[in-house]
């Protein structure tokens, strides 16, 4: 073998598949990784050679796949597990081509052909490459046809039912905030939370719709505070009431029924 | 539910206009069954009266077309109007995949319900980061185990591999025998 340097001529690359051909990649690095596997790249030398595929000259073909193998590992592009397992078969073939057709066939009892093989798998292979490319085609069609724009009933109903987390998600925004103003520490007389239960059935009772977001403002303290939420939740789970919310993220409010 | 007092029979002319309203409010494609059973009324009579509004909207050179795909029917801007669409909505073609991807994609489709070594067989190459993309843009979905050795998952394509690729139903799909002859003969 000489050891001349290999070219890094990527003529060959010119007659990419159109669904390469497509794509505009910067460096010829990737372009060479581009090829979707083993059989893809062996297909690609077989045309090459304006070979058909049912007669490949497996010793040219053979060495052409391991140039490009070399190439690939030259460019420092990792080399799949994959394309290697091709290059043993292939070098299995052209050994086996090799032999005198006596001995091939005592040690091959069932004439299990490895080329034949190899050619069925190509013509498999070859056809759905073929459908990739329709495939390809057809979305690219399909990306020129636009459906109606969303529009806002598609989306939920503005009334949402409303769920144990978002009510912990506002009493938390409501925390939060009430941390940032600093207040003076004057002892009040504080709620207990049977009283805070109590004033808000009366409210309840009052007018049958009943402003969670706002309740929770206006209480006093952070002591209050929590007694408000535990209330809610307890009444929530005790009462006949529903929890709604209008819009996302808007106020919740405690219905009766 | 309120007792409707002897209804009249829609005409032909009635029933596309509601049709025509109906398909243009839905979100998703909609069957003509799915629009009869809404409307109570025969579903072939449903049929022919879609038919008659694509055909509608091809004769008066509407910019609009109406056309079946995944199993219903849907209103959507005529394709050779796609500069100006594109230009009005700003937005670019979206990504394509890549030369593994669609070959995954055509295996699985053709080959559906298929496992992770059956595609393997075919492709020649490991295709788990193309499954990871077909899965995660949703064209490909999970179709349970195959009772064989190591149960492997099978895949096959999803309801949005057919309305990204403008199909009807996967019979629309030529036949993979068809493809043979397109470029080994040279």
Do not use: C
């Amino acid at each position: 073998m000489e050891s001349q340097p290999e070219q890094l001529v990527f003529d060959f690359f010119k007659e990419q598949p159109q669904i390469i051909a497509e794509r505009n990649d910067e460096e010829l690095k990737l372009k060479i990784g581009e090829f979707a596997g083993p059989l893809d790249l062996l297909l690609y030398l077989i045309r090459q050679e304006q070979a058909n595929i049912f007669e490949i000259p497996i010793a040219k073909i053979t060495d052409e796949y391991l140039r490009v193998i070399r190439l690939m590992e030259k460019l420092d592009i990792s080399v799949a597990g994959d394309f290697l397992v091709m290059a043993a078969t292939l070098i299995e073939i052209k050994s086996k081509m090799l032999l005198p057709r006596e001995i091939v066939e005592e040690n091959d009892e069932d004439a299990d052909d490895p080329l034949k093989e190899l050619v069925n798998r190509l013509v498999e292979y070859e056809k759905f490459k073929n459908a990739a490319q329709m495939l390809w085609e057809k979305s690219t069609v399909e990306q020129s046809i636009f459906p109606r724009g969303k529009i806002e009933t598609d989306e939920n109903n503005s009334e949402i039912n409303v769920g144990v987390f978002d009510l912990l998600n506002v009493f938390q925004k409501i925390l939060s905030r009430r941390k940032e103003e600093i207040q003076m520490e004057i002892e009040r007389e504080e709620m207990s939370l049977s009283e805070m239960l109590s004033n808000i059935k009366l409210r309840l009772k009052q007018s049958k719709t009943f402003n969670v977001t706002e309740f929770f403002n206006h209480t006093r303290s952070k002591k209050e505070l929590v007694l408000a939420f535990m209330a809610i939740l307890e009444i929530v789970r005790t009462e006949a009431v529903k929890l709604l919310q209008e819009n996302i993220f808007g106020e919740i409010i405690l219905t009766k029924g | 539910m309120t007792e409707i007092e002897e209804k009249q029979p829609r005409s032909i002319e009635e029933l596309i206009t509601i049709l025509e309203a109906l398909i243009f409010v839905t979100d998703e494609p909609i069957s003509a069954k799915d629009l009869a059973n809404v409307l109570e009324e025969d579903s072939e009579f449903v049929q022919s009266a879609i038919e008659e509004l694509a055909q509608e909207y091809q004769e008066r050179k509407s910019g609009l077309m109406l056309r079946e795909i995944a199993g219903g029917w849907q209103i959507a801007t005529k394709t050779e109007l796609h500069d100006e669409v594109r230009k009005f909505l700003k937005t670019r073609p979206s990504a394509k995949l890549s030369l593994a991807a669609l070959e995954t994609l055509a295996v699985i489709a053709y080959k559906q319900p298929v496992t992770v070594p059956e595609i393997l067989e075919i492709r020649g190459v490991q295709s788990a980061s193309a499954i990871k993309t077909l899965l995660d843009k949703k064209l490909i979905v999970n179709k349970g185990r195959k009772e064989t050795v190591g149960k492997p998952m099978q895949y096959g394509t999803s309801k949005d591999f057919l309305i990204q690729f403008g199909l009807k139903d996967l019979t629309e799909l030529p036949s993979i025998e068809d493809f043979e002859d397109l470029t080994s003969g040279l």
